[in-house]
């Protein structure tokens, strides 16, 4: 397996096909769902069942979604029991036996990645993984969902490649895209990177804002860690935690909200 694997998504390429949508379900074992909405998802499509979803913005432009697998993810730094883990290569995965269902992860990440199994009997927290099994095991040479495009809207290497090819593309066509790389150095530099001819601030819990380059853990820990989490009741920090993602649920419904009535009014 390479190192430092990583996707690039060329916003530009993207049909909105969703078969990188239908090849994540497929090599990850996850179960079909009907049409929007469904139950459990945030507004942006992703949820324990899909791992990867493409967010619909205004005149035609399809916006794929999935784990950014940061560099320093914030996931990681905040989840007390392990769960969450930076593999050597690179990808973010997770231990669901090791999940105690406590959500720090899914307040942590800025981009709302995690998502809780609601409906399960035995719940944890779910993502994409960047199909590290396969990838580790040799099975498969790129993940599923890069594999799956028609277009080459997603494409995978080492990191330091994908940035080059950005920038290539960047300097190749100026007047096409947004003269930057989305995940380059944002939160400290991601190993899912995008360049596009429409910002993209809106895949972030930032209320839209952009965020910093600076990686979160220290800051997310900083916080957290004032939280005794064995000492504090379970009800008040689930309720809290809930609160807290609700609210966020609903910033992403009005953006949502925002996007169709730009949409009808193009
Ligand atoms: S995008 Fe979110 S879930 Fe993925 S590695 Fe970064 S902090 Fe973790
Ligand atoms: S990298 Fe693998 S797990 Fe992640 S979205 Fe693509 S197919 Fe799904
Ligand atoms: S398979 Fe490729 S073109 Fe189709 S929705 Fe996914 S990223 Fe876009």
């Not at 432009?61 to 784990?67: A, L």
Request: charged letters at 25%; hydrophobic letters at 35%; proline letters at 9%.
């Amino acid at each position: 397996m390479i190192e430092h694997p990583c996707i690039l998504t060329d916003v530009t390429k993207c049909i909105g096909c969703e078969q990188c949508v239908a090849a994540c379900k497929k090599i990850n074992h996850l179960p079909p769902e009907g049409p929007p909405p469904r139950p459990g998802s945030t507004p942006d499509g992703l949820s324990a069942d899909r791992w990867t979803t493409v967010v619909r913005r205004p005149h035609n432009h399809f916006v794929r979604k999935q784990c950014r697998h940061c560099s320093q993810p914030a996931c990681v730094s905040v989840c007390p029991v392990g769960a969450m883990q930076k593999t050597p290569e690179g990808p973010v995965i997770y231990d669901k036996a090791k999940c105690l269902g406590c959500r720090y992860c899914m307040m942590a990440c800025p981009y709302g990645v995690p998502h809780y199994e609601w409906g399960s009997a035995n719940p944890s927290v779910r993502k994409c993984i960047l199909c590290y099994p396969s990838l580790k095991a040799g099975t498969i040479d790129r993940p599923a969902c890069v594999h799956a495009c028609p277009t080459e809207a997603t494409i995978f290497g080492r990191r330091e490649e994908m940035v080059a090819e950005a920038r290539r593309r960047l300097r190749a066509e100026p007047a096409k895209y947004v003269q930057r790389i989305w995940g380059e150095k944002q939160v400290g530099g991601t190993s899912v990177l995008y360049i596009s001819d429409i910002p993209l601030d809106f895949l972030a819990w930032n209320d839209g804002r952009e965020l910093s380059d600076k990686p979160l853990p220290p800051l997310t820990w900083g916080t957290l860690k004032q939280v005794p989490f064995e000492f504090v009741g379970m009800g008040v920090l689930m309720g809290s935690l809930y609160w807290i993602i609700e609210r966020r649920r609903r910033r992403m419904e009005e953006n949502a909200a925002g996007a169709g009535e730009e949409r009808h009014g193009e």
